[in-house]
């Protein structure tokens, strides 16, 4: 850490979908998601480094229930790349439901990552779509620019989260969540389920208060 306060050069706060549709009041609201907005502020102001993701779905993507006549939300369905949660139509391309909150504020952060606008693909980790093959050159562009240690925060910690942790972890990076800044959606046991795959991969959940 520097004179400022802030945390150094190599390392990098990612912050997963902190948007409308995730918030209370949303198409997909997580339970409470809107809590970890100025905990994220508040963190983000420490890191020099910071990365805004953003779910931005077209119209009548591939995930939405709608899209599938009988289908309900949350149900699961067989997709080419595996199984697929079905969703309510969120995160829509250009509709207020896919900006980000209003009170998030992160002027310094240097790029924002766009992930689940393949029709036919979801999209959970900021690295790679569902089929896990696609990226969203989110690897590269940490590479590039030569952060080593990934610290991640924001919604929803048992689904985008999860997936950009373990796919951070698996690209090599040291990878950090902070716990107290995420929430999740819990479906079928999905928290619990991911408390035990980051610790099997050896993945650190930090509060925000130790994180910086």
Known sequence: MNDSGRINGDDVLIVVDIQN????????????????????????????????????????????????PGKKPFETIAASYGPQVLWPDHCVQATPGAEFHRSLHIPHAALTIRKGMAPLIDSYSTFYENDRRTPTGLGGYLRERGFTRIFLAGLAFDFCVRYSAEDAQREGFAVFVIEDACRGIDVDGSVAATRASLAALGVACLSALTAA
């Open 21 to 68: 549709d995730f918030c209370p009041g949303g198409a997909l609201a997580v339970p409470r998601g809107d809590e970890v907005v100025p905990i994220i502020n508040r963190l983000a102001a420490r890191f020099r480094n910071v990365v805004l993701t953003q779910d931005w779905h077209p119209p009548g993507h591939f995930s939405f229930a709608s899209t599938h």
